[in-house]
């Protein structure tokens, strides 16, 4: 039950937030979506640490002092992959008005659409490592750490799901094809988590390193893009304060329930 549950909230979180096409006319509250990205990064980075690296060393053990090695390549691959998909992929971030990436002729809706794609994939995969981790009996990942990962990336895909669906609608298209696309934007997110499960499953050593490396994929994320858009805006105390709140509780509950 707990792996279905860590598989299907973060898409959840986008599908509820492309639903918003149905009631609502404009995007979500500046504020309030500053604060939920804010409060998402933290717990990112917390579960990053605490839910990830520490365990990717704690499982190498038997190497002494270079434990940490496997750990290292796993994040640095992590950080260099999505380094890599930035500079290659056509996408534009909210909030920006020069797209990134190749130079191409997509719509503003379409690079949006990439650009939560991008980071959509790494969370889904950061998701099955540590339910995978979680499912391991040799591994010290709990699964209330990875269902704790996944409700901070459900609350953080909401204004996601938004974002893809509201301007769909402002261009003309109708409510429902505005939904669906809204929610498939997010569909990457149980295929990452499924197969990265299918593959530590497989491939039992490599599971230190596909920790480390949802590690890094998330930090990246987080710095590249959350932290920039929960501190928009004249007024940033609140993301920056919802940041710390997140960070706070995803530690707390994952030393508490460890």
């Given at each position: 039950?707990?792996?279905?549950?860590?598989?299907?909230?973060?898409?959840?979180?986008t599908?509820?937030?492309?639903?918003?096409?149905?009631?609502?006319?404009?995007?979500?509250?500046?504020?309030?979506?500053?604060?939920?990205?804010?409060?998402?990064?933290?717990v990112?980075?917390?579960?990053?640490?605490?839910?990830?690296?520490?365990?990717?060393?704690?499982?190498?053990?038997?190497?002494?002092?270079?434990?940490?090695?496997?750990?290292?390549?796993?994040f640095?691959?992590?950080?260099?992959?999505l380094?890599?998909?930035d500079?290659?992929?056509?996408?534009?971030?909210?909030?920006?008005?020069?797209?990134?990436?190749?130079?191409s002729?997509?719509?503003?809706?379409?690079?949006?659409?990439l650009?939560?794609?991008?980071?959509?994939?790494?969370?889904?995969?950061?998701?099955?490592?540590?339910?995978?981790?979680?499912?391991?009996?040799?591994?010290?990942?709990?699964?209330?750490?990875?269902?704790?990962?996944?409700?901070?990336?459900?609350?953080?895909?909401?204004?996601?799901?938004?974002i893809?669906?509201?301007?769909l609608?402002?261009?003309?298209?109708?409510?429902?094809?505005?939904?669906?696309?809204?929610?498939?934007?997010?569909?990457?997110?149980?295929?990452?988590?499924?197969?990265?499960?299918?593959?530590?499953?497989l491939?039992?050593?490599?599971l230190?390193?596909?920790?480390?490396?949802?590690?890094?994929a998330?930090?990246?994320?987080?710095?590249?893009?959350?932290?920039?858009?929960?501190?928009?805006?004249?007024d940033?105390?609140?993301?920056?304060?919802?940041?710390?709140?997140?960070f706070?509780?995803?530690?707390?509950?994952?030393?508490?329930?460890g």
């Open positions: 039950m707990g792996v279905w549950i860590g598989l299907c909230l973060p898409f959840l979180g599908t509820m937030g492309a639903a918003c096409v149905f009631f609502m006319r404009r995007q979500v509250d500046n504020s309030l979506q500053r604060m939920m990205i804010g409060f998402a990064a933290g990112m980075v917390a579960a990053s640490v605490w839910s990830l690296i520490i365990p990717a060393i704690e499982m190498c053990e038997e190497w002494g002092k270079f434990g940490f090695v496997p750990a290292l390549i796993g640095a691959l992590g950080i260099g992959g380094l890599l998909a500079c290659l992929v056509p996408h534009l971030h909210v909030g920006s008005k020069e797209p990134e990436g190749r130079k002729r997509l719509g503003r809706t379409t690079m949006l659409l650009a939560v794609t991008i980071h959509n994939f790494p969370e889904g995969a950061a998701c099955g490592a540590i339910l995978a981790g979680a499912l391991d009996e040799n591994s010290p990942v709990t699964m209330a750490a990875a269902i704790m990962l996944a409700i901070g990336i459900s609350i953080q895909n909401f204004p996601e799901g938004a893809i669906s509201l301007p609608r402002g261009e003309g298209r109708s409510r429902g094809y505005s939904f669906l696309l809204g929610t498939l934007s997010g569909i990457v997110e149980p295929i990452g988590a499924v197969l990265t499960i299918l593959l530590a499953s491939i039992t050593p490599i230190p390193y596909m920790l480390a490396f949802a590690a890094g998330m930090i990246y994320v987080v710095v590249e893009e959350l932290i920039p858009e929960a501190n928009q805006g004249t940033n105390n609140r993301g920056t304060v919802s940041f710390a709140l997140g706070a509780v995803m530690m707390a509950l994952d030393v508490m329930l």
